[in-house]
């Protein structure tokens, strides 16, 4: 019912029963009812169906990655921007804008193809001096060498700012995320990405249940701890990377989202990852609706809606630890 009414509400209203059928006839052919015009079969169908399906996609996707590295690391504040995704997929994206690299053939992806590489790049990074520096991985280590690799990333960038500040405007407005612009193609790549991931993540479910118990009991149950973390960590690091290489960075949904699925459904992640994309997309969706809307014609950057939003919730949690 949310997804219909975000589709719904815009510049011209569409009822819900409007766009059910305006989707039914898009699929079997069939003819439109005559009330509905035909302009706002082009505004469901090629504009507001494709925004608002990308920003489920999307919320479902950093927020699934959020609750993996929660348990993986065991850290309710963990994330894979904690270990620089989102400053990887950050320094592809500059080099797209600032230097003007163009890929050839696919030139139209070149943005997110750089953005999505950079970000998985970062985490394999992260992983591999972890390794070398603690043979253990220990969560310490890798998130701490994620901070120092994404200072290192995040310097470059602003030296990048510094010397091209005519493309500076896009770079921040790229980094605060939108959706505006954003078609069936973009859903056809995350889709798919975001899916499989989802199912591999799940089928993993017992795995991080045990390693939430801590890594010496996961090894003597018979979890192989380092493979485990590594493979987990990829998978959310590809979540977030593929989703923020199109649409920028979008913070704070994978960190609230995961906290309410354990507050009303436990703890188990069979339950908490898919319900966790439930939420997140959920969220993000109507964060997509306020930002679209609060100020329209004008548009609001996504990540200012989420921040707003998100940002109270971080000191709720320590409190609320703090206290029990």
């Given amino acids: 019912m949310i997804i219909l009414l975000a589709i719904g509400i815009g510049s011209t209203f569409i009822p819900p029963v409007d766009i059910l059928n305006i989707i039914i006839h898009t699929i079997t052919g069939n003819e439109l009812p ?65 230097l003007g690299f163009a890929l050839p053939v696919i030139t139209l992806f070149t943005l997110p193809i750089l953005g999505f590489s950079f970000a998985l790049a970062t985490i394999f990074i992260v992983v ?79 795995e991080m249940d045990v390693l939430t118990f801590g890594e010496e009991q996961a090894g003597t149950m018979g979890v192989a701890t380092k493979r485990t973390k590594t493979g987990l960590m990829v998978l959310a690091a590809a979540l977030t990377g593929g989703s923020i290489a199109f649409v920028g960075t979008i913070g704070f949904v994978d960190l609230v989202a995961p906290h309410v699925v354990r507050k009303l459904f436990g703890a188990a992640h069979k339950v908490v990852i898919p319900m ?32 707003i939003v998100g940002a109270p919730f971080l000191p709720i949690i320590y409190f609320m630890k703090r206290k029990r």
């Fill in 34 to 98: 005559p009330h509905i015009a035909p302009s706002a079969s082009v505004i469901v169908i090629d504009l507001r169906l494709p925004r608002v399906l990308l920003a489920f996609i999307v919320g479902g996707a950093l927020s699934a990655s959020g609750a993996v590295m929660q348990s993986v690391l065991r850290n309710p504040l963990a994330s894979s921007y904690t270990l620089g995704v989102a400053s990887g997929a950050s320094l592809g994206a500059s080099m797209v804008i600032f």
């Fill in 128 to 206: 591999a001096i972890s390794a070398k520096m603690d043979f253990g991985m220990s969560n310490h280590t890798i998130i701490l060498m994620g901070m120092v690799i994404s200072l290192f990333v995040n310097a470059i960038i602003t030296l990048m700012f510094a010397m091209f500040r005519e493309s500076m405007q896009r770079m921040v407005f790229w980094q605060m995320g939108s959706f505006q612009g954003q078609g069936w193609q973009t859903i056809a790549i995350v889709a798919p990405l975001t899916i499989l991931c989802i199912i591999l993540i799940s089928r993993r479910s017992m």
């Fill in 276 to 307: 966790s994309a439930l939420i997140g997309g959920t969220f993000m969706v109507l964060a997509d609706l306020v930002a679209r809307t609060v100020m329209s014609p004008a548009e609001l950057p996504i990540g200012v809606i989420t921040a």
